[in-house]
């Protein structure tokens, strides 16, 4: 005889108070991490929208001066329809997301500090000056390999670790998309640790997608920016730049940059201090 | 100009107003204020547009026409300077120097002429692509205001007005700056103020949306204003007639080709 299945009686309270309490808290940090029922990159996501542009324009003509006391409902109004009809809240909510998105900055930028400036010392490059031995550009290669492998490995983990940290917080996936994703290996590889104003340890895709929702808080103009990235990642989505070859795509520009940058700065005292500590 | 609103859309109470001060068919439903509401916003797009077109002249100055002018300047010099003494030094065969040198000579000089004829035809493409961009950015914002599909801000009458005011001053007016001032009894051209210029070509100021604005403007004019508008929407009525556009082509392209082939001289 199968034996029955214990048949639940009664719930516990503590039990449920604490799902209650788990999901509400899942839920506030849906709205400043902008994911799961807030996400940002939503398929399903109207285009700008301009009919408070256009009420708040007629107003401007018909009559200017309720106009000007109806400003603030006006932008907030042109704001909500331009990110295709999704309130991004007050001053006070999306304060509070830029100040949980300048924590996820602070520290992923710290992560990426911290898990590379130590091994430059450890693994050091010997600078070329043309009259190196064989035995130096031998360490040189695997020295300079072992440095690449941990600034692409601690980008990595700063990406999946801010997607950790999202998704433990919001109870979703999907904070970091493909925009900050594959443009973090693109500013990377413009704005390497060789040249002057390097961007290497201060962006990964954790850093870039704060920074970007960081703008995109700003009434009107943020709303825009909003809207163009999340159709760009989007878009990637559904391209083969978020495969592999797109990743080579991001990086092929970076290098088109990175050589360029050489060239401008090439002759200025900048770019010459910058040779003469290579060498 | 086809502008029947569609019977199966709900236009909101702005869109319907926004009808009545853009659209000339509209104008009957006018409600009190409405002129003087149509000619404040004529004159805001008349200044606007007037302001976009002076800005945008300091791009075309900076990548365009400066540009060009050097580079046609250049190669004019190279062509000039090109002599049989210089060419000798290279070209040591005694026999066949002369033939070398005419052909090195007509080659320099057709690049030259080319150049010249290049720089005066883009000339008259930037302004038709830019006058093209303002008009259709106007006709956009009218159709986003008011609702309706196929609404238009820009008239056949002001597309027509600034095209020509345009042409007539690149090719008869020898792109005469206007803002010059008087300089101990001579003409001058003032001194930028700030990176700004203060002296402007026609079709730098004239574009087909300040025309437009300019005389919906006018058109606000009790009486004045009546005939005004009677004489735009017949010019409009015959200037949309495929004869007249195929002959504003016709027209358009010939005076380009006159004014290239008489300005451009054969070195």
């Known amino acids: 005889?199968?034996?029955?299945?214990?048949?639940?009686?009664?719930?516990?309270?503590?039990?449920?108070?604490?799902?209650?309490?788990?999901?509400?808290?899942?839920?506030h940090w849906q709205t400043i991490f902008q994911n799961g029922d807030y996400n940002l990159y939503d398929r399903n996501r109207k285009p700008v929208q301009w009919d408070a542009f256009r009420d708040a324009s007629y107003e401007w003509v018909t009559n200017p001066a309720e106009f000007i006391k109806n400003f603030g409902t006006h932008i907030h109004n042109i704001d909500t329809d331009f990110r295709g009809g999704k309130d991004a809240g007050g001053a006070k909510e999306r304060l509070e997301r830029v100040g949980a998105m300048l924590g996820v900055i602070a520290a992923f930028t710290a992560f990426d500090y911290v898990t590379s400036k130590p091994f430059e010392g450890l693994f050091p490059e010997?600078?070329?000056?043309?009259?190196?031995?064989?035995e130096e550009y031998r360490a040189?290669?695997?020295?300079?390999?072992?440095?690449?492998?941990?600034?692409?490995?601690?980008?990595?983990?700063?990406?999946?670790?801010?997607?950790?940290?999202?998704?433990?917080?919001?109870?979703?996936?999907?904070?970091?998309?493909?925009?900050?994703?594959?443009?973090?290996?693109?500013?990377q590889t413009a704005y390497p640790n060789k040249l002057p104003h390097s961007m290497n340890d201060w962006v990964n895709g954790a850093t870039l997608e704060s920074y970007i929702r960081i703008i995109s808080q700003v009434p009107v103009a943020g709303a825009l920016f909003e809207q163009g990235v999340t159709r760009l990642a989007l878009w990637q989505e559904r391209t083969p730049l978020h495969t592999a070859t797109g990743k080579m795509i991001y990086m092929a520009l970076g290098?088109?940059?990175?050589?360029?940058?050489?060239?401008?700065?090439?002759?200025?005292?900048?770019?010459?201090?910058?040779?003469?500590?290579?060498? | 100009m086809h502008t029947e609103t569609q019977p199966n859309r709900q236009y909101s109470a702005s869109e319907q107003g926004f009808q009545r001060l853009l659209i000339k068919e509209h104008k009957d439903q006018s409600q009190p204020g409405d002129a003087l509401r149509r000619a404040g916003l004529n004159l805001s797009i008349l200044v606007g547009a007037t302001a976009a077109d002076?800005?945008?002249?300091?791009?075309?100055?900076?990548?365009?026409?400066?540009?060009?002018?050097?580079?046609?300047?250049?190669?004019?010099?190279?062509?000039?300077?090109?002599?049989?003494?210089?060419?000798?030094?290279?070209?040591?065969?005694?026999?066949?120097?002369?033939?070398?040198?005419?052909?090195?000579?007509?080659?320099?000089?057709?690049?030259?002429?080319?150049?010249q004829g290049t720089h005066l035809a883009a000339e008259f493409v930037e302004e038709?692509?830019?006058?093209?961009?303002?008009?259709?950015?106007?006709?956009?914002?009218?159709?986003?205001?008011?609702?309706?599909?196929?609404?238009?801000?820009?008239?056949?009458?002001?597309?027509?007005l600034s095209e020509w005011a345009n042409k007539i001053s690149q090719v008869f007016g020898n792109d005469r700056l206007y803002g010059r001032t008087m300089k101990q009894g001579d003409k001058i051209v003032p001194a930028r103020w700030k990176g700004i210029k203060l002296a402007y070509q026609s079709m730098d100021l004239i574009n087909s949306v300040n025309v437009e604005a300019a005389l919906r403007v006018v058109e606000e004019i009790p009486v004045v204003g009546n005939g005004v508008a009677w004489a735009h929407e017949k010019t409009d009525k015959m200037l949309h007639s495929a004869l007249a556009r195929i002959g504003n082509t016709v027209a358009a392209t010939g005076i380009l080709g006159w004014h290239i082939g008489k300005n451009v001289k054969p070195l």
């Open chain 1, 1 to 27: 005889m199968t034996k029955e299945a214990p048949t639940r009686i009664g719930s516990d309270p503590v039990a449920e108070w604490k799902k209650d309490f788990a999901l509400h808290d899942q839920q």
């Open chain 1, 126 to 134: 010997i600078k070329d000056n043309g009259h190196l031995t064989k």
């Open chain 1, 140 to 187: 040189n290669g695997k020295n300079n390999a072992i440095t690449k492998l941990i600034e692409v490995l601690n980008d990595k983990y700063a990406t999946a670790l801010g997607n950790m940290l999202g998704e433990r917080l919001t109870g979703k996936r999907g904070f970091i998309h493909e925009v900050a994703d594959k443009g973090a290996d693109t500013i």
């Open chain 1, 255 to 279: 290098v088109f940059i990175r050589e360029n940058r050489k060239a401008a700065h090439m002759g200025t005292d900048e770019y010459a201090a910058a040779v003469a500590r290579m060498m």
């Open chain 2, 54 to 115: 002076l800005g945008e002249s300091h791009l075309v100055d900076k990548f365009l026409r400066k540009p060009m002018e050097h580079a046609a300047e250049a190669a004019r010099e190279k062509a000039v300077s090109f002599n049989k003494e210089t060419f000798a030094q290279t070209h040591t065969d005694a026999a066949t120097l002369d033939a070398a040198f005419d052909a090195a000579r007509k080659k320099l000089a057709d690049a030259a002429t080319t150049k």
């Open chain 2, 128 to 160: 038709w692509a830019s006058d093209s961009i303002y008009a259709s950015t106007a006709n956009s914002w009218v159709r986003l205001m008011t609702g309706v599909d196929d609404a238009k801000y820009v008239s056949e009458t002001s597309a027509f």
